[in-house]
């Protein structure tokens, strides 16, 4: 029987590196686990598109939101490892390793890492209605008002709610976090009034912010964003301590062939690096890294071991 198996083992790795020397002879297609108009999405379709005309296929983005970004990476832990199906990884996947109890997949066992594309400084936006002007103003006004101020978040457990949870750890304040379905809802009703603060990517609300929508009362990088220079810094507005980014990486299922990762880190790393591209992220708030496999695991690594005692500290579980 063990020779069996070891013959059987054999033929599916000269099966699969077959494949792997044609690959790819079909379209690709990459999981985004949240709604389209989210950042994951916008910068997703803007690099597919070019990597698909890399590699001679056609690149399909499939949105499979729901459980904060759960029920779509479940799908690509549980795709054929064969390098057609991809899975975007944001901030909120290190996060839920600590937040679920009884998370269907393992963040770091069931993926292989391609390359983490980009990294971008979530900001601190408000209802333009909302009396203050900056962020000491805020943690005043949470102060005078405990649990009043309510903080939207595109979802439980994802980085935009544990940043809120850190800003309310760090300002010694009380805020009542209302969970969307996503982002683009929760934008909805922060324009609308209908609650009064977010911690968000910078690349959706960006044009939110440019035209008087939204206010923005500071970032949470270590310095100031290129897309928006005029505004502070949470260092710079007393809260040294705070640095929350949002990322986005491509993932492929585990036992994927070496062959096809590096293929695919090649094409992707080239086309994140690409004048064009790389400067239309950067107009959207979007730092591009591009980084190798194994660079983007050892962040991944590091990543989960920086957000386990967030949660921790909050209080956070669900099922």
């Not at 000491?136 to 949470?142: D, K, M, S, T, Y």
């Not at 239309?280 to 962040?299: K, N």
Request: aromatic share 6%; glycine share 8%.
């Amino acid at each position: 029987m063990k020779r069996i198996a070891l013959a059987a083992a054999a033929a599916w790795a000269l099966c699969m590196a077959a494949h792997a020397d044609e690959y790819p002879s079909k379209p690709i297609k990459i999981i985004v686990p949240y709604p389209g108009g989210q950042a994951s999405d916008t910068i997703t379709r803007l690099v597919g598109e070019r990597l698909g005309k890399a590699l001679g296929q056609p690149v399909v983005v499939d949105n499979r939101p729901g459980a904060g970004g759960n029920i779509g990476t479940d799908i690509g832990a549980k795709s054929a490892p064969d390098g057609y199906t991809l899975t975007i990884a944001t901030a909120a996947l290190p996060i839920s390793k600590h937040v679920y109890r009884k998370l269907p997949f393992d963040p770091a066992k069931d993926f292989v890492p391609v390359t983490l594309m980009t990294m971008t400084p979530l900001v601190l936006v408000t209802r333009p209605s909302l009396p203050v002007k900056d962020v000491a103003g805020l943690v005043a006004l949470a102060k005078k008002e405990p649990g009043k101020v309510t903080f939207a978040s595109s979802g439980l457990g994802t980085s935009h709610q544990l940043s809120g949870e850190l800003f309310k750890s760090l300002a010694g304040v009380d805020m009542l976090h209302v969970p969307y379905k996503g982002s683009p809802p929760a934008h909805v009703d922060l324009m609308g009034g209908s609650v009064d603060i977010m911690f968000d990517n910078i690349v959706p609300v960006a044009p939110h912010i440019k035209s008087g929508k939204l206010q923005a009362l500071a970032v949470t990088s270590k310095t100031r964003a290129a897309a928006l220079p005029d505004v502070p810094t949470m260092a710079e507005a007393g809260y040294p301590n705070f640095e929350a980014t949002a990322w986005f990486g491509l993932l492929a299922p585990a036992g994927t062939p070496q062959l096809i990762v590096d293929r695919l880190n090649k094409e992707l790393v080239a086309v994140l690096k690409s004048p064009d591209i790389r400067d239309r992220l950067a107009g959207m708030g979007a730092t591009v890294v591009a980084d190798t496999p194994e660079e983007f695991g050892r962040f991944m690594a590091d990543e989960i071991n920086k957000w386990g005692p967030v949660v921790k500290r909050a209080h956070i579980e669900l099922e």
